[in-house]
């Protein structure tokens, strides 16, 4: 036997004391963000990797660093 339904709307559902309505608009403004984090990982790792190499040469004298003083 089949159960049965109400037919009242259900009231809406919650998760941690907050309503549906609330995690849609939660949802929302995360997702882009959630949606840049591979791309800005990996930028990360390239800049980390730059950094790596760069500063000891700096570090040394090995790279000229004269363009770049102030006047």
Not at 24 to 31: A, E, N, P, S, T
Request: hydrophobic content about 35%; cysteine-free.
């Amino acid at each position: 036997m089949a159960p049965k339904r109400s037919s009242t709307p259900a009231a809406p559902t919650t998760h941690l004391g907050f309503e549906t309505k609330h995690w849609i608009v939660f949802d929302k403004q995360v997702k882009p963000l959630s949606q840049h984090a591979p791309a800005k990982l990996q930028e990360s790792h390239t800049l980390a990797a730059l950094r790596d190499t760069l500063l000891p040469k700096l570090l040394s004298g090995e790279l000229p660093t004269e363009q770049f003083q102030n006047p």
